[in-house]
């Protein structure tokens, strides 16, 4: 995406992958859609191979998308660093490194007590994939 001529706009997606139907990518594309929360990919349940059709498609619309995957999670940044990092590897390996890929999705809303594995979290997405974007959504 050129940063520079493009106002981001998207929406927040609750839909699992497993349940999008065929071809969801051409309603965001008419509806102007151009950075977008993928649907929530389950891995041992989801097929890696539907969400890099998911990707190829976006690309070949000019959407870029805020990959949820739990492996992208904060939960267990801090607390088992290595077996974070050897699960975030994984899913690069399967779609993550897509060029329709903006960032990953790290989390939702966390409390104060969370804060810490939540920033471990980003550290490590920004060491191995420091051209994209970890996303996290904070309370207002």
């Not at 102007?32 to 190829?56: I, K, T, Y």
Request: proline fraction near 9%; hydrophobic fraction near 40%; include cysteine.
């Amino acid at each position: 995406m050129d940063r520079k001529n493009v106002f981001p706009l998207g929406f927040w997606n609750y839909a699992r992958l497993s349940g999008m139907g065929e071809h969801p990518v051409r309603d965001w594309a008419e509806a102007g859609m151009n950075l977008c929360h993928s649907p929530h990919f389950v891995p041992g349940e989801d097929d890696p191979r539907q969400m890099a059709a998911l990707l190829d498609e976006c690309a070949d619309n000019g959407i870029q998308l805020i990959l949820d995957d739990p492996r992208c999670h904060w939960t267990g940044a801090l607390s088992e660093p290595e077996g974070y990092k050897a699960r975030f590897l994984q899913m690069l390996d399967e779609f993550g490194r897509h060029p329709a890929v903006y960032g990953y999705y790290v989390g939702d809303e966390p409390w104060a007590a969370q804060m810490e594995e939540a920033k471990a979290a980003v550290r490590v997405q920004r060491e191995l994939m420091p051209e994209k974007a970890p996303f996290l959504n904070f309370n207002p």
